[in-house]
C-alpha cells in the first residue's frame, strides 16, 4: 500500500503560480495512473488532473491550460504546476492512486494523505 504525501502549497496572489509535489513510498508508482484532487470548504472532492502509467494526460475543464501534470516514477513523484492561479481554485489538494486509467476519477486506491492547502488571495 502506498504512502501518499503532499507539499508545496502556500498562499499566493491570483495569477501566481505554485507547483505541488506528491511523494509515494513503500510502493513504486510505475505504471500506475496518478490523480491529483482538490477539495475546497463544503465541496466534495473532485479531480483535478490525472497521468496514467503510460503518459496520457486528462484535466478538469476549470484547470485546462492553466495547469500541468506530469511524473517522475524514478523518484515515485508527482507534480502538479499551477499557473494562472484564480480565487476559485484554493482548496486542499491530494493526490492518489487510481485503480485504472478509466476509473482514476471514481476509484482510488491509496489511502488519502493530509493534502497540502493551496490558497489563492489578494
Known amino acids: 500500500q502506498w504512502l501518499l504525501v503532499e507539499s508545496g502549497g502556500g498562499l499566493v496572489q491570483p495569477g501566481g503560480s505554485l507547483r505541488l509535489s506528491c511523494t509515494a513510498s513503500?510502493?513504486?508508482?510505475?505504471?500506475?495512473?496518478m490523480g491529483w484532487f482538490r477539495q475546497a470548504p463544503g465541496k466534495e472532492r473532485d479531480l483535478v488532473a490525472a497521468?496514467?502509467?503510460?503518459?496520457?494526460?486528462q484535466y478538469a475543464p476549470s484547470v485546462q491550460g492553466r495547469f500541468t501534470i506530469s511524473r517522475d516514477d524514478a523518484k515515485d513523484t508527482l507534480y502538479l504546476q499551477m499557473d494562472m492561479l484564480k480565487p476559485e481554485d484554493t482548496a486542499v489538494y491530494y493526490c492518489n492512486v487510481g485503480r485504472s486509467w478509466g476509473q482514476i476519477r471514481t476509484i482510488q486506491v491509496a489511502n488519502w494523505g493530509q493534502g497540502t492547502q493551496v490558497t489563492v488571495s489578494s
Open positions: 497521468i496514467s502509467g503510460s503518459g496520457a494526460i
Open positions: 513503500r510502493r513504486s508508482i510505475s505504471n500506475y495512473a
